[in-house]
């Protein structure tokens, strides 16, 4: 048994400028854009200033979010960078979110950050250049001592670099974490039933203790007192035993992979949930700091 | 031939796995901003909020250098071999 660990397929190659392969990465994104248009243009449909709708409701809180988000971070001077900002925070978490739906998340590949960091850099680079001048822009590499200037150069060019890495990093290590645990799961659960089918007679007890466990719980529960765990155990016990004697007929059995019901639900919440969320609001932080930051120099 | 192939697989596969080391420093700034923050919320409850997002905040990008560890992992452990081996 192996575990595959692929990057994004690459499923056709437009033949200009020695080959342009459309991977998977930018069929998603794609994806990803039209969605956000489709909602952006339902949600904005018929707006009215009075005799408000619901579908208006939701898209004043969406932009007033936005706006009070980037307000709050970088002033309200910047407050034209409210739409920039907010696009990047959706793109980034739809992206992410995709792989809730076994398609390639885009911000899975280091392509889609790098070029989000990339943007950002220019963006924070024009407002340096915007605040003190072309003159003062490159004055400020040889702050505090001239002896310096190579560190911060380095810490210039480090920036876009973390903030792609730290994004991708994130997503790509929930993929890998997520393929193992799958991994590791299917062997388990052949194992496990392999275990139980050896013997028939090992089968057949788990099998009656797991009726023993069913029938305790139905009268537990007509007395009001069933737990959900007994209920679990029971038809855990049912399951395994059923298949262990099955799999005295044929082998094919033991690769159903028990094991895998429900248990991979909890680490996703972790690795795609919380952490789409937390890189995308994190990537969109960055962005407003270092954005309000190289305004003040 | 062979004994070439063998050795590149080990020492992209050791270096992967010393790379990973990386993962102890997050671990431990982590723990630590977190214990701040709780000591910050045991304090003045009222900030929750504040002090909770600010962590969360600093906790990713605390983060960061455990990514990078990550990242030069999985570099040697599916691009290295290959770029090592072409050369052969």
């Given at each position: 048994?192996?575990?595959?660990?692929?990057?994004?397929?690459?499923?056709?190659?437009?033949?200009?400028?020695?080959?342009?392969?459309?991977?998977?990465?930018?069929?998603?994104?794609?994806?990803?854009?039209?969605?956000?248009?489709?909602?952006?243009?339902?949600?904005?449909?018929?707006?009215?200033?009075?005799?408000?709708?619901?579908?208006?409701?939701?898209?004043?809180?969406?932009?007033?979010?936005?706006?009070?988000?980037?307000?709050?971070?970088?002033?309200?001077?910047?407050?034209?960078?409210?739409?920039?900002?907010?696009?990047?925070?959706?793109?980034?978490?739809?992206?992410?979110?995709?792989?809730?739906?076994?398609?390639?998340?885009?911000?899975?590949?280091?392509?889609?950050?790098?070029?989000?960091?990339?943007?950002?850099?220019?963006?924070?680079?024009?407002?340096?250049?915007?605040?003190?001048?072309?003159?003062?822009?490159?004055?400020?590499?040889?702050?505090?001592?001239?002896?310096?200037?190579?560190?911060?150069?380095?810490?210039?060019?480090?920036?876009?670099?973390?903030?792609?890495?730290?994004?991708?990093?994130?997503?790509?290590?929930?993929?890998?974490?997520?393929?193992?645990?799958?991994?590791?799961?299917?062997?388990?659960?052949?194992?496990?039933?392999?275990?139980?089918?050896?013997?028939?007679?090992?089968?057949?007890?788990?099998?009656?203790?797991?009726?023993?466990?069913?029938?305790?719980?139905?009268?537990?529960?007509?007395?009001?007192?069933?737990?959900?765990?007994?209920?679990?155990?029971?038809?855990?016990?049912?399951?395994?035993?059923?298949?262990?004697?099955?799999?005295?007929?044929?082998?094919?059995?033991?690769?159903?992979?028990?094991?895998?019901?429900?248990?991979?639900?909890?680490?996703?919440?972790?690795?795609?949930?919380?952490?789409?969320?937390?890189?995308?609001?994190?990537?969109?932080?960055?962005?407003?700091?270092?954005?309000?930051?190289?305004?003040?120099? | 031939?062979?004994?070439?192939?063998?050795?590149?697989?080990?020492?992209?596969?050791?270096?992967?796995?010393?790379?990973?080391?990386?993962?102890?420093?997050?671990?431990?700034?982590?723990?630590?901003?977190?214990?701040?923050?709780?000591?910050?919320?045991?304090?003045?409850?009222?900030?929750?909020?504040?002090?909770?997002?600010?962590?969360l905040l600093g906790c990713a990008i605390a983060e960061?250098?455990?990514?990078?560890?990550?990242?030069?992992?999985?570099?040697?452990?599916?691009?290295?071999?290959?770029?090592?081996?072409?050369?052969?």
């Amino acid at each position: 048994m192996n575990v595959d660990i692929n990057g994004a397929r690459i499923f056709f190659t437009i033949p200009i400028l020695g080959g342009i392969p459309i991977t998977a990465t930018i069929v998603n994104a794609l994806l990803v854009t039209v969605v956000v248009l489709g909602v952006c243009a339902f949600l904005t449909r018929g707006l009215q200033v009075r005799a408000v709708t619901k579908r208006q409701v939701v898209a004043e809180f969406l932009v007033e979010t936005a706006q009070n988000f980037v307000n709050g971070n970088m002033g309200e001077k910047f407050a034209h960078y409210a739409p920039f900002v907010s696009a990047l925070f959706v793109s980034s978490l739809l992206g992410s979110l995709l792989s809730l739906v076994t398609l390639f998340p885009p911000t899975g590949d280091v392509s889609t950050t790098l070029a989000w960091a990339i943007m950002v850099f220019v963006l924070i680079t024009r407002t340096k250049i915007k605040t003190g001048g072309f003159g003062g822009y490159l004055k400020g590499f040889t702050q505090p001592i001239p002896v310096l200037t190579p560190f911060n150069i380095l810490s210039e060019l480090a920036t876009p670099i973390s903030m792609a890495f730290r994004h991708f990093g994130n997503i790509v290590s929930g993929t890998v974490i997520t393929s193992l645990l799958y991994w590791s799961l299917s062997v388990g659960s052949t194992a496990l039933i392999g275990l139980v089918g050896k013997n028939i007679l090992v089968a057949a007890v788990v099998l009656a203790l797991g009726v023993f466990l069913l029938i305790k719980y139905l009268q537990a529960k007509k007395a009001g007192s069933g737990k959900l765990i007994q209920c679990i155990g029971a038809i855990a016990c049912l399951v395994l035993g059923g298949l262990g004697c099955l799999a005295q007929l044929d082998a094919c059995f033991t690769t159903i992979p028990v094991l895998q019901v429900g248990i991979p639900a909890v680490f996703s919440v972790y690795f795609d949930l919380f952490s789409s969320a937390m890189q995308a609001f994190i990537f969109c932080m960055l962005t407003t700091l270092y954005i309000a930051n190289a305004a003040e120099e | 031939m062979e004994m070439a192939k063998a050795i590149i697989m080990a020492g992209c596969a050791i270096g992967a796995g010393l790379a990973l080391i990386a993962g102890i420093g997050p671990g431990i700034g982590e723990g630590n901003a977190v214990a701040k923050a709780l000591e910050a919320i045991g304090r003045q409850p009222e900030c929750k909020g504040d002090v909770t997002s600010t962590m969360l905040l600093g906790c990713a990008i605390a983060e960061t250098t455990g990514i990078y560890g990550f990242v030069t992992g999985l570099l040697l452990i599916f691009v290295a071999p290959g770029i090592f081996i072409g050369r052969l």
